[in-house]
């Protein structure tokens, strides 16, 4: 007689094995470093508006130097990280990201919005590098079967970054610069302008200073900690072939131009909806310190 078949008890592939957590965690903990910056840009465009006492359309220059950092580098950190690795494209993005975050020290010294301006477009060159590495990064570091449940979890951080970010700019930022608007500062004697500008702009730089150096500590640990390299490529670039396939696919091109379209409007969502709450709560006679604070 024949003995009975015992199957074999079913074992479910790891979300992230035990030999990729640390480098999983360390990975993870980059999307909420750049939902932080994000989030504590966006309400930055009021907020120098009222210290330099210039207009709307001006201070959104701040958004123009943010994302223009995307739009600029996102190719670039592509090609870079095929060609080298995805640690490497981490570190570069943590680089790019401290020296921005650090670069409002002197920024905050010269007192013009140029320089701050500088320092947002380097910034978001090493965001760029970040997101084009992590993500797939993620993706990696396991089984393809658990590959979704990877990269959802790590997202799961970006917006626990984003909610500190808004809360960092609303009480660290917001709250303490002075609460005079534009057109009261105006009527200052130059010297008393000057000395409310400055010290608005250390308040700003503050917040920035504190991530640069957390984004400094962070690049350390990437770089002494053994990361998987995972990488699937041989180093060869094929830019033309790569260009010619995607324009060729045309969902790929209705993608990348409907997400063009949601990202700049989502982005004046944030930038504006804070403002027109401003103007409603001054007009109900609040004062434009904390109107801007409670928008």
């Not at 658990?146 to 970054?161: C, E, K, V, Y």
């Not at 809360?167 to 660290?172: C, F, Q, V, W």
């Not at 969502?269 to 904390?290: E, I, L, N, P, R």
Request: neutral net charge; hydrophobic residues 50%.
């Amino acid at each position: 007689m024949a003995e009975p078949i015992v199957a074999e008890p079913h074992t479910e592939a790891e979300v992230v094995p035990k030999s990729y957590l640390v480098a999983f965690v360390l990975t993870t903990f980059c999307f909420a470093l750049w939902g932080f910056a994000n989030d504590i840009t966006n309400p930055l465009v009021e907020a120098f508006g009222r210290i330099f006492n210039q207009s709307n359309f001006v201070s959104s220059f701040v958004q123009f130097a943010f994302y223009g950092g995307y739009c600029f580098m996102a190719l670039p950190a592509a090609l870079f990280i095929k060609k080298f690795s995805y640690k490497t494209g981490l570190l570069v993005g943590l680089a790019l990201y401290a020296l921005g975050g650090l670069a409002f020290i002197p920024a905050a010294s010269v007192g013009e919005f140029m320089p701050f301006l500088i320092a947002f477009f380097v910034m978001t060159c090493g965001l760029s590098f970040l997101e084009t590495s992590a993500n797939p990064y993620i993706l990696s570091m396991g089984p393809a079967s658990t590959a979704t449940q990877r990269l959802n979890l790590a997202q799961s951080f970006n917006p626990i970054g984003s909610i500190v970010g808004i809360l960092t700019a609303k009480y660290a930022i917001l709250s303490n610069i002075n609460s005079l608007d534009g057109p009261k500062r105006a009527e200052l004697p130059i010297e008393e302008f000057d000395a409310m500008k400055f010290s608005d702009l250390a308040i700003v730089r503050g917040p920035y200073v504190a991530i640069g150096l957390v984004i400094v500590t962070m690049f350390v640990l990437i770089l002494v900690k053994k990361m998987p390299r995972n990488q699937d490529s041989d180093g060869s670039l094929d830019i033309g072939g790569t260009i010619g396939r995607l324009m060729a696919n045309s969902r790929y091109v209705g993608g990348v131009i409907a997400q063009a379209f949601y990202v700049g409007a989502q982005i004046m969502c944030w930038t504006f909806t804070a403002q027109y709450g401003k103007g409603v709560f001054m007009a109900d006679g609040m004062s434009a310190g904390d109107a801007a604070t409670a928008a």
